[in-house]
């Protein structure tokens, strides 16, 4: 039996239960949660002497519709976000439906039950709200009890107390997961009924707020098996059109994510079409690129074929962190520190710490090894990003807007800065998904993720190309010719063949008109040689001045009084023409594009600000924001 599976498998119930995380996670939190009208008006009227106005944000601006383009507009979105229908949503204070869920993503304003006010700047282009499986029905059914048996229950989440807590954390962590039917009265039929009606009220709501051309809702999920030291090996599933299975397949009907694949080709039939998304690999306790399953068992031949052909894309930002690399594992790039949620594995350590197994670069040169065993690669995946957000705010990423992830978890801004457990060290507003398409429709979205040509940004909307080819013209920087790109090369996500000389790399990005101008663009390469995978780090455009091949550090200040970044430091946009020194055909290899702004206030500061006071000392009190391309493979002659 492995290490990874002894740990999340054998772990005392009573540690699970009694142990530092959940009792710190207990007093922390449940304690915020207000249990009269006298403690919620106190904390509105503490909202209410935040200062909204200490710091420079946008206005808001109204949706603008792209017409269709045959070499591809860039459409922003979010596809983790859950509404009251997920308990661990509603536990914390959310109310907001799946249709008010939606109008935020379109533009609509909202208050939080602490009474803090929430707004993006630019709606989103597209959007899935993803609640959580396992909990179908359980909401709803609070919602219109009708069945006496479950008022004991509902109250485990309309009105949670330490011990109710626990008793819900524990029942999640059990391994394999046990349902609770207690809220339909342990009639299984009742609960089926319920997991339909919930799931059908999801998938109307998506066609409710389709629009194709202007705006993209598609019908999704999250499938949550569970692990201790809440650990995530979760999956975001999502369809491509309005027609779905009957039932959503969760983590009581699929043990694994093998069980997932099997019993979704099984039930999504015919016209229906899906994919799947693991999301924060750094919380996975290893199991995100492992080869095995949760339980132990290893993956055959058959199920890489199946992760290859379902799981194109991996949700690398989000509120929990990043997940792209870590320093340690072969990185040494200083901006594998950028928003980390957990250290390296010490000697011995299985849970709440990063594993060799834990991170997106990593997953992707194990993916390179795989493929001279197998003949094929099961993770060459597409790099994006989304929040996770438990507030029903989509795409709510801006720092200066930032309330915390589930409602009286982190609002208000006292809870956000004092909160142990969900910490400033390691808590965000999350990320985008920005996808390559030429039209907004709901085909040419899913079309384009599973091509992979899609990247992932940490919430600003920072314009990124990246193509590769062995007869790309050498003037594209200067044309800008996107025509002769595709016709001449492959966009991210493709793949090269057979390239006997260095391919040609062009990349382009550009700011977001709302933030910072840019630093500079770097090309990450990996490749493998002998058997065993390397990687290196190259700046290839800088937004101010160079030293050889490396960028120097970009001067530009940020007035912490205020948040005002220096708008003539970087550059508003990037180019690059690049060729690899280093190229060897005999190497399979793999190039992606991380872009980086220059610094911003970050959350934190901007919190500091509404309060009045000095930012904390224990973390940056600015931000330098990223957006990284999926990759482009090369493979050898």
């Avoid at 609070?142 to 626990?166: D, H, M, Q, R, V």
């Amino acid at each position: 039996m492995s290490t990874i599976k002894k740990t999340l498998l054998l772990a005392p119930p009573v540690i699970i239960i009694c142990g530092w995380l959940a009792y710190d996670f207990v007093i922390t939190n449940i304690a915020f949660i207000p249990s009269s009208d006298e403690e919620r008006t106190a904390i509105r009227s503490e909202v209410a002497a935040q200062d909204e106005n200490a710091f420079y944000k946008p206005p808001q601006t109204s949706r603008s519709v792209q017409p269709f383009n045959p070499v591809n507009n860039v459409y922003f979105g979010d596809l983790h976000i859950h509404s009251s229908l997920s308990a661990d949503a509603y536990l914390f204070g959310n109310r907001r439906d799946l249709d008010a869920t939606y109008r935020f993503a379109k533009g609509e304003s909202a208050e939080l039950a602490t009474g803090e006010v929430i707004e993006i700047t630019r709606p989103l282009d597209f959007a899935a709200v993803t609640d959580h499986a396992e909990g179908f029905g359980r909401v709803m059914a609070c919602f219109e009890p009708g069945i006496p048996e479950i008022a004991e229950a509902c109250e485990l989440i309309n009105k949670p107390t330490l011990l109710s807590f626990l008793e819900l954390r524990a029942n999640v962590e059990n391994r394999p997961l046990v349902e609770n039917l207690s809220y339909f009265g342990y009639d299984k039929a009742v609960e089926r009924q319920a997991h339909f009606d919930t799931w059908s009220a999801i998938v109307a709501a998506a066609e409710r707020h389709n629009e194709p051309g202007v705006f993209t809702a598609f019908a999704g999920y999250e499938y949550s098996p569970a692990m201790v030291d809440r650990g995530k090996h979760h999956r975001n599933v999502i369809f491509k059109t309005g027609v779905t299975p009957d039932y959503a397949v969760s983590a009581y009907e699929a043990a694994s994510e093998i069980d997932l694949w099997k019993q979704l080709s099984s039930t999504c039939s015919n016209d229906c079409q899906f994919l799947t998304i693991p999301h924060n690999p750094n919380k996975s306790w290893g199991l995100a690129f492992a080869s095995e399953t949760i339980d132990g068992i290893p993956y055959t031949r058959d199920d890489w074929r199946l992760r290859e052909k379902f799981e194109p894309l991996v949700e690398m930002f989000q509120i929990k962190g990043n997940s792209e690399c870590v320093l340690g594992f072969g990185a040494t790039d200083e901006e594998c520190g950028f928003e980390q949620f957990f250290p390296v594995c010490e000697e011995g350590q299985v849970t709440l710490c990063i594993h060799s197994t834990s991170m997106v670069r990593d997953g992707l040169k194990k993916g390179l090894v795989l493929e001279e065993a197998l003949g094929f690669n099961p993770m060459k995946f597409g790099l994006m990003a989304s929040t996770d957000t438990h507030n029903s705010n989509p795409g709510d990423t801006e720092e200066w807007d930032f309330r915390g992830s589930n409602a009286y978890l982190g609002s208000p801004a006292r809870n956000r800065l004092n909160n142990r457990l969900r910490n400033p060290t390691v808590t965000n507003p999350g990320g985008l998904a920005a996808v390559w398409a030429p039209e907004n429709t709901r085909e040419a979205l899913f079309d384009a993720m599973s091509r992979r040509e899609v990247y992932a940004t940490s919430g600003t909307r920072i314009t990124l190309r990246f193509f590769a080819g062995s007869t790309l013209p050498g003037n594209l920087t200067e044309t800008g010719d996107l025509a002769e790109a595709y016709e001449n090369g492959v966009p991210m996500g493709g793949t090269l063949t057979n390239t006997a000389v260095a391919p040609r790399l062009f990349v382009w990005a550009a700011q977001d008109p709302d933030h910072a101008p840019l630093a500079k663009i770097q090309i990450i390469k990996a490749w493998l040689e002998d058997g065993e995978a390397h990687e290196r780090v190259y700046d290839v455009a800088c937004g101010g001045m160079a030293s050889e091949d490396s960028c120097l550090a970009t001067r530009a200040p940020v007035d912490l009084s205020d948040c005002s970044w220096a708008s003539d430091a970087g550059s508003p946009e990037l180019r690059a023409d690049w060729v690899d020194p280093d190229y060897n055909a005999s190497h399979n290899a793999f190039y992606y594009a991380r872009v980086v702004q220059i610094p911003t206030c970050r959350w934190t500061t901007y919190d500091s600000l509404r309060l009045g006071r000095a930012p904390p000392t224990d973390v940056p009190p600015t931000i330098s924001e990223m957006a990284w391309s999926s990759p482009i493979w090369v493979t050898k002659q």
